[in-house]
């Protein structure tokens, strides 16, 4: 059966609607989509039961009820068990860079000196067709060892050195559909065409180049809850059942980036203990779920997004606490992102950068994380160096550091209010980066340098969040002494002023080919919309998706 453009040779049930390319039908083979149509098959209904369990918590939250520790599993997070033993070629992930699987971005970041380069379809990534298929493609070429590049504009350049990163692929959420692939009449699920398809062509060639006999190595995002682990470990199970390699032969760390997470570490390490190398503080994802889990409890209310960091209590408690989760359970325990990136034009600013990258880092290996994420190759020395002075030559802390002092941790400490004050600039920023990071997004580029800071889908969420908060409850803004309250009207006027402003820094041109105006009205509806929508790119999406023939759209 044909499908797509000029024809991606499918199986049965299988509708391509993205363009058609010859280098994408190398990755769209009738082998691989059968691969993903079976997963699609065996686990939508659980991807579904999740989902509305997702939504089943939500409404109780949205109630009164607060998250908290599950009594049914009281027996997992109190039993002696551990995961299978971490694979050798991963026991050192002192420092992981991050980013989207952009070409020259991959094998920057495979060169950059980082011990892994986590590839990433979720947060980093804009997931239009081009990007989702180029990107597979250039997966394909790093596994493979083949990747290179040639800059035109600079005429350089750029292949893979001899040392190089361990991969890990972050596929998306399993909230994400992918509207280009059609199964049985229906968008697959985002996050099964993303690992099937990559698992499929490069199971071999990763293990034996990559994972000395594991592997692939995988991040699983913005899970909820323990049953949507067991869905990725059953998966897991049925690609190494397709491959015929043993099983635990897959690994994958669990970024733990939801509220309701924190009180299921165990539970899911317990789900993925054959195939588990660790949990990960995904700090920008979980302020984000902090406000959306207690969206309607006005007494919960954020300060400004620039307060919200690691030392207050309820993220100091939440890191020491997976601390403490993942090393009972003998797997690493990974830190976050620091936003900061290198600031080239400006040195002394570049300098108090970096050194609130290196508080960051050090703060995290003190209190006995494994490794950290940086956004930046420019950031890898120092952050190496931090963990390296106070890891010494031994691989990670996981036996080292036990932090047997958060077992007292309780769920008030997981929860507590986040201190400090909110700012008309608070408004104004969440507005200007809001309107901005969208605006790229919806031009295909998932992460961007704004102010000299990281911003990707995770930090957007925030600011869009927070601005619904406070609009929704009508918050006076007395950080900065002018005690305003946040009204429709307040926000309108920000909104004029800050589309102003955006337009004077990037300039007349850029604005007017940019898609700041298509951005700044999809940004305005989640802002201001009475019910709170679940992520800010499952409606962005509709913009992207370019289904062919055109104007054929499933969603
Ligand atoms: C909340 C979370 O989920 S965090 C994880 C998801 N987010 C991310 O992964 C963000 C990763 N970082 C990035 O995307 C980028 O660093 C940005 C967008 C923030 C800044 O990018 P730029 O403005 O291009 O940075 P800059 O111009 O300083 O780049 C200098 C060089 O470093 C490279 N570079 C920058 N960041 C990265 C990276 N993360 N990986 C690989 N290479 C990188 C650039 O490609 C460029 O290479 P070149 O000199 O060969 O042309
Ligand atoms: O994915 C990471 C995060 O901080 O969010
Ligand atoms: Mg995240």
Redesign the pocket.
Known sequence: MKSGGRGYDVPEGVDIRGRYDEEFANILTKDALQFVVDLQREFRNHVNYAMECRKEAKRRYNQGALPGFDPATRNIREGVWTCAPVPPAVADRRVE????V?R??????LN?GAKV??A?F???LSPNWENLMRGQVNLKDAVDGTISFH?KA?N?D?KLNDQIAKLFVRPRGWHLPEAHILIDGEPATGCLVDFGLYFYHNYAKFRQNQGAGFGPFFYL?KMEHSREAKIWNNVFERAEKMAGIERGSIRATV?IETLPAVFQMDEILYELRDHSVGLNC????YIFSYVKTFQAHPDRLLPDRVQVGMTQHFMRSYSELLIRTCHRRGVHAMG??AAQ??I?DDPAANEAALDLVRKDKLREVKAGHDGT??????LIPDCVEVFTNNMGNAPNQIQTVKREDAAALTEEDLLQRPRGVRTMEGLRLNTRVGIQYLAAWLTG?????LYN???????AEISRVQNWQWLKYGVELDGDGLGVKVTKDLFGRVVEEEMTRIESEVGKEKFKKGMYKEACKIFTRQCTTPTLDDFLTLDAYNYIVIQHPQGSSNL
């Open positions: 860079i991050t980013g989207p952009e020259k971005m991959i094998i920057n970041a950059s380069f986590m990433d979720e947060d980093a800059d600079r350089r750029y995002p970024l995904g700090r920008w994802d976050g992102m990136i290198p080239r994420w940086a956004a930046h190759p420019g580029s998932g992460s961007v340098p800071l990281m911003e990707d889908a995770a930090t």
